[in-house]
């Protein structure tokens, strides 16, 4: 093979990494070209929003250390609890990725002061006192994906503990949690300050739910500053400046928890571990307690199917609608995809040549998700605008989703990407292996797997997606979020629970599909 | 001869067959499924000869964001669903072409060279008469009620939040601002929007809800639940007036202003009272009875149209109170 084609293929191989880099620095300089042309009666009163900038990550924070905590905890009962470990990992991806506002209303219909528990409370002449729509309901909804989001982290981790390692334990009566005080916490721990620091960007980008369940107008966030500003203020600068605030704090954040980060692969096994406990009640107890806890929100469900209406169910707004959120999905998930892996390639090659340019790759690829999801929309709105709107609504919704969800394919799939990259790296070089041969005949092959598993995931994540949206809504392709939201502004709620609930089931069969795909192929 | 017609017909230009087209932005709801948006739009097109196509912003504060934003480069002809607390701001954006229209034969009093209204409505709270046996009928009472529980809208982010805040200056004017203080123990919730805001009420969370006259008719004429009903109260009660108008850069400003006099049309306005859940601006008492009896018309207030510093000043009272 000429050294040119060899060239050509490499370039080929990172050319979707520099289109995102291409349009990362259009997006930039748009930014800043915006803030030249600031008008002179631009005020911008930093004091105004400091409860805002405060409250942000004050309850990020909070949220971010429930989910580590508790994800980490839950993984440890789910791993001792011997359960079926595919069915474990696929429920915490699905609580994961479910819709904000299924969540939020589920949490409300259990929890609120008219809700089961209540009633359940006042069945027993217990008073409930329980106020959902306060800083506490916003932290349980926001830990609630993030749990999920951790848990699943570690629970991955703990399945692919090697057998031995089990059999010896056992064999030397050293308990399991002991080992993993001395000796897996390492293991365990390994790489998770990517998980840590998507925990902290997620917590901090909870829009919906502060929208939902900030009942007292304290409760503000540095997002819902930028939405009053954009939507009600038309005051793209203030909302611009509150999302460079955000981005700047969050960059802090992250390079403190980034700080000494290795991509060491200590411990990397296939064969997975299945601990077999003898019936522990607490752990069994402790199992079911987990369960019950993801389950609540899909208790809205039973209300929603109460509500059956099959007009509604057939109507071509709603078919409409199906199809608009599959097409968008479709063209984020492709997107996001090809820049993934070609970001995967490219930050591999950095590691192959020691090179300390990885850490570059990682922070390009993930530096919009610190930027507020309506502040990146506002700049490219603002791009549109001054090219006429020759990009469609559709087109940039589209884009934008895949821009969030990248970051988020490129961490699920960097530690198996990388795995045994040394020899991979002498291997084809020693027997000339081109970069798109190396692609398709050995890395995806190694993470197909992974890949069909975050694809089907990220699928239903853009499915549910409605920030953007709120900036780009547009009656010529309504998606389905904004389908329920229009049956909530004409009176129609049990029709919009009707909606949701359909769309639950069918998320849950976009889910479910790709796991038998690899249950029949396993 | 059939050739040549061919010829004539394949050489046309597309645009002399094309029907003129209208483009209107609107807040979602109004062109949902369940709104006014899809009867009003055949009803005009069967009239006109032309294609009337809608888009929707958010709400109707994010309609006028979007005119200020991109001086309607997006080519709209007509914008619609601004409503009357935004009007004195949007005139002093430069952003729309008097309409021209001389005479309102109208249910309200109506004299703007701008905008024409469609709909309007009563701001009100709603209660479960199963549940508040003795509503109050004044905001003293209200307030004095600490056994009621109440959800209101957040004014910087909702139409309707907003309209409390103009409801309470115009009742208690210099008082506004103590009114607020001693009403807040009772707020339970004040949510972002109006929908969420109504969708707790139904869940059971307050006793009353911030809403219009007209939310009853709703429960009433679709559910067939009475149950639902609206304070009275003794002040009167402020209005809400929801108004259209045609913007620059519209590309065809006679089709514009024939829409905006078909909107003041009996064809247009059948489709408010149980489309938009609004009061036609016409008197249609004969035809919608049942809508009527459903949501009687209250004492009303004043209409005000408000500059953006009483707007502020408005938010501020409600703020004050908040620090408390």
């Not at chain 1, 084609?5 to 191989?13: G, R, T």
């Not at chain 1, 019950?292 to 169910?313: A, T």
């Not at chain 1, 009176?491 to 609930?501: E, G, H, N, T, V």
């Not at chain 2, 009353?208 to 609206?230: K, R, W």
Request: proline letters at 3%; hydrophobic letters at 50%; glycine letters at 4%.
């Amino acid at each position: 093979m000429s050294k040119f084609s060899n060239y050509m293929e490499v370039y080929f191989v990172r050319l979707p990494y520099f289109f995102y880099i291409t349009t990362l620095l259009f997006i930039f300089l748009s930014g800043i070209f915006f803030f030249i042309k600031v008008p002179d009666n631009f005020n911008f009163i930093i004091s105004n929003h400091t409860n805002a900038i405060f409250f942000t990550f004050l309850q990020a924070i909070v949220a971010t250390f429930f989910s580590s905590l508790l994800g980490f905890i839950f993984s440890l009962i789910l791993y001792l609890s011997g359960k079926n470990q595919r069915l474990i990992s696929a429920f915490l991806n699905f609580c994961f990725i479910l819709p904000v506002i299924f969540v939020s209303f589920g949490i409300i219909f259990f929890y609120s002061s008219n809700g089961v528990l209540s009633k359940l409370f006042n069945l027993l002449s217990i008073d409930y006192e329980l106020k959902i729509f306060s800083f506490i309901g916003i932290i349980y909804v926001t830990s609630y994906f993030n749990i999920a989001f951790n848990a699943n982290f570690f629970f991955r981790k703990l399945v692919n503990l090697p057998e031995n390692y089990i059999k010896i334990l056992k064999s030397n009566n050293i308990t399991f949690l002991t080992a993993v005080r001395l000796q897996f916490r390492k293991y365990l721990f390994q790489g998770y300050r990517s998980i840590l620091i998507l925990t902290l960007i997620f917590c901090a980008s909870n829009f919906t739910i502060l929208y939902l369940l900030s009942g007292s107008p304290h409760l503000v966030t540095i997002e819902l500053s930028i939405y009053q500003s954009i939507i009600f203020n038309a005051d793209l600068y203030s909302g611009i400046t509150l999302g460079i605030i955000q981005l700047m704090l969050m960059l802090m954040l992250a390079s403190l928890i980034m700080f000494n980060q290795t991509y060491e692969q200590s411990l990397n096994v296939n064969k997975s571990s299945t601990i077999m406990l003898s019936n522990n009640f607490f752990v069994s107890l402790g199992f079911y307690l987990i369960v019950i806890y993801f389950l609540i929100p899909f208790l809205i469900l039973i209300k929603g199917l109460l509500n059956f209406n099959s007009q509604l169910f057939l109507s071509p707004s709603f078919i409409n609608s199906i199809i608009n959120s599959l097409m968008i999905s479709f063209l984020s998930v492709s997107l996001a995809v090809l820049i993934s892996l070609s970001t995967l390639f490219v930050y591999r090659s950095f590691l192959e040549r020691n090179s300390k340019f990885h850490k570059l790759i990682f922070i390009s690829i993930s530096i919009l998700l610190f930027i507020p999801s309506l502040t990146l929309s506002s700049v490219i709105f603002y791009l549109n605008f001054n090219l006429n709107f020759i990009f469609s609504n559709f087109l940039i919704v589209s884009i934008i989703n895949s821009f969030f969800i990248t970051p988020i394919i490129f961490v699920f799939l960097s530690s198996k990407f990388i795995q045994n990259y040394f020899h991979e790296h002498r291997h084809s070089v020693l027997f000339n292996i081109s970069p798109l041969i190396r692609i398709f005949k050995i890395d995806i092959p190694k993470i197909k797997n992974e890949l069909i598993l975050i694809i089907s995931a990220i699928f239903v994540l853009s499915l549910g997606d409605l920030t953007s949206v709120t900036i780009f809504n547009d009656s010529s392709f309504q998606t389905i979020p904004l389908f329920i939201s229009q049956l909530y502004n004409n009176y129609k709620y049990d029709d919009a629970f009707f909606i949701l609930s359909i769309f639950i089931f069918f998320l849950f069969l976009i889910m479910y599909l790709p796991s038998r795909l690899l249950n029949k192929n396993a | 001869m059939n050739l040549k017609l061919l010829t004539i017909i394949l050489f046309l230009p597309i645009q002399v067959l094309a029907k003129e087209e209208l483009k209107i932005l609107t807040y979602g709801s109004f062109n949902s499924d369940w709104g006014p948006g899809p009867n009003i739009e055949k009803e005009f097109e069967s009239v006109c000869n032309c294609n009337l196509i809608w888009n929707t912003a958010e709400s109707s504060g994010a309609l006028l964001s979007r005119m200020k934003l991109t001086k309607n480069n997006e080519g709209y002809d007509v914008l619609l669903g601004l409503d009357d607390s935004l009007i004195k701001e949007a005139e002093g954006n430069d952003l729309f072409l008097e309409h021209k229209i001389k005479e309102f034969n109208l249910d309200l009093d109506w004299n703007n060279k701008f905008f024409t209204p469609f709909d309007y409505g009563y701001f009100s709270f709603i209660y479960d008469q199963t549940k508040l046996s003795t509503p109050p009928q004044s905001f003293d009472e209200l307030a004095s009620r600490n056994d009621i529980s109440i959800i209101v809208m957040d004014p910087r982010y909702s139409t309707p939040g907003l309209g409390l805040a103009k409801w309470i200056d115009q009742v208690y004017q210099e008082g506004a601002a103590e009114f607020w203080k001693n009403l807040q123990d009772q707020i339970v919730i004040t949510s972002k929007s109006w929908s969420d805001g109504y969708g707790l009420f139904l869940e059971g969370e307050s006793d009353v809800v911030l809403s219009y006259t007209t939310s009853p008719a709703y429960h009433s004429l679709i559910e067939g639940n009475s149950n639902y009903q609206s304070l009275n109260m003794i002040e009167g009660h402020a209005i809400q007036i929801e108004v259209m108008g045609i913007l620059k850069n519209a590309s065809n400003y006679e089709l514009a202003r024939n829409f905006l006099e078909f909107s003041l049309s009996e064809n247009f306005q059948k489709h408010i009272p149980q489309g938009n859940w609004m009061y036609p601006v016409i008197d249609l008492q004969n035809s919608q009875n049942d809508f009527y009896s459903a949501a009687p018309k209250p004492k009303p207030l004043d209409q005000i149209f408000p500059s953006l510093s009483e707007k502020e000043s408005w938010i501020l009272n409600w703020k004050l109170s908040l620090n408390e």
